[in-house]
């Protein structure tokens, strides 16, 4: 069984800061994959930043960069220099590469960022 | 923008009727998963399909049901609603045995009365 966990229901931060967003997961799975994702307030869900378990360096997009610490088991979402488009809720997922759980993907609960200008 | 569309957008239904929402994948992804968000909370894993076949269930009962077309493109079928079906339910593409991210449409926003 795979499991996210993000702590943060709600963060704020002010435009132009940086900011971090807490995800720890838990598989068995000895390949996985791990996701972030956007979700405006008109529902779509838009890939962020991908970051495989043997990646040896951690995934950048742009702002977008994710702290991976596989010991640790966490993937925090690190978006640099806030814009007030950045307000959304962010969500971190994950999908087992191998065997039979590399079919979905298993969501946590969400983070609401909010920045304010 | 990713090349997914859903609709319709927005419906109402009654409770106990039957629905039917739609899902055009991305040009080249051949596997489609469904997906549904209750407010406030991760989306959950329905099912998804792989050559027009179910490929993987999550913990949803026989009422949910899906078919996927020849074109890749899905329909997710609900019977006997009840209030609580009341969500966001997401399509995503993209392709099997690829380490990709999936794309999602912007979801149909259901709700049960």
């Known amino acids: 069984a795979q499991k996210i966990t993000q702590t943060q229901p709600g963060m704020f931060v002010q435009e132009k800061e940086a900011v971090t967003l807490d995800c720890t997961y838990d598989?068995?799975?000895?390949?996985?994959?791990l996701f972030w994702y956007k979700q405006p307030s008109s529902g779509e869900m838009i890939f962020l930043i991908y970051q495989g378990s043997y990646d040896e360096q951690n995934a950048t997009e742009g702002r977008y960069s994710l702290n991976f610490q596989k010991a640790r088991k966490s993937a925090n979402l690190v978006i640099s220099a806030s814009q007030l488009g950045d307000s959304a809720m962010y969500f971190c997922?994950?999908?087992?590469?191998?065997?039979?759980?590399?079919?979905?993907?298993?969501f946590g609960k969400g983070t609401l960022l909010t920045v304010n200008p | 923008e990713t090349g997914v569309t859903q609709s319709p957008t927005h419906l109402i239904k009654t409770r106990g009727q039957q629905v039917t929402l739609r899902c055009s994948s991305q040009s080249g992804h051949n596997t489609v998963s469904w997906y549904q968000q209750a407010l406030g909370q991760g989306p959950q894993f329905i099912f998804q399909?792989?050559?027009?076949?179910?490929?993987g269930r999550g913990n949803f009962p026989p009422r949910f049901s899906g078919l996927q077309f020849p074109n890749y493109s899905s329909e997710l079928n609900v019977n006997a609603l009840e209030l609580d079906d009341s969500a966001l339910y997401l399509c995503a593409s993209s392709l099997r045995d690829m380490n990709t991210e999936a794309f999602f449409g912007q979801g149909t926003r259901l709700t049960v009365v």
């Open positions: 598989t068995s799975d000895q390949s996985y994959g």
């Open positions: 997922a994950m999908r087992g590469l191998s065997g039979g759980s590399n079919y979905k993907l298993t």
């Open positions: 399909y792989y050559r027009e076949e179910e490929n």
